[in-house]
């Protein structure tokens, strides 16, 4: 089977990158009409108990906890969508044409950067977390700062692709 | 870059027209024009060959080191 071009194995990861991106669309505007409901959780159950007569129990109260657990998920969704978007343009010019453009040598210097953000935030969440003493599970992967290295060492591959295939183009 | 082409300036020269040139030296127009509006960055020596013996000049003729530039 062939890595590129059309039926290709390429075509095949960007029809499961097309899905991804999808169910992460859904997920991340769930993420986003939570963020906005959790400081409303007390008030809304009330109204859902007076109205129902139904009595909910157990602890509706919300605390840093789910902020923090919302907030660091709101932020890796964020990540993970530009990360599926960058992979999808990369694979177009990888299924369409010459991927040895200057555009995806940006882009994976792009998904580089947004892995960084997202590392960094798991920081940022596991502070607050420890400021405000809740048990919040974020741990950082070596897997993870590897792949960053690795993303960033591909950009400059593409780079210098992007500059030799320019040359090539411009030789008489 | 500090190497200029005066590719144009040979062709007026011979009185040959930069079609004639590509149909002859086997280049398209499209490279003879990069060639010629200097935005080329290599110049392979079978192409410099071909236009020398064509236009009956010498690479130098065509070819210039301009340090200022």
Known sequence: MRAIGKGSLASILAAGLHVTRIILWIAFIGLAIAMIMVPFAVGIMSAVDGATNLSIDGNVAVDAEDYINIGHNFVTFAVMLFVVDRLLEILKTLRFGSPFVRENADRFRGVGFALLIGEGAKFAFGFLSLVTDTDVDINSQFITWLAIISVFVLAEVFSEGARMKEEQDLTV | ?69
């Open chain 2, 1 to 69: 870059m500090s190497i200029s082409v005066k590719l144009d300036r040979v062709l007026l020269e011979r009185g040959m027209s930069l079609t004639e040139l590509s149909e002859r030296v086997g280049v398209t127009i499209a490279n003879l024009s990069i060639l010629k509006t200097g935005k080329a960055k290599a110049i392979r020596f079978s192409t410099l060959e071909a236009i020398c013996k064509e236009l009956d000049c010498q690479p130098g003729d065509i070819l210039f080191f301009d340090e200022k530039d």
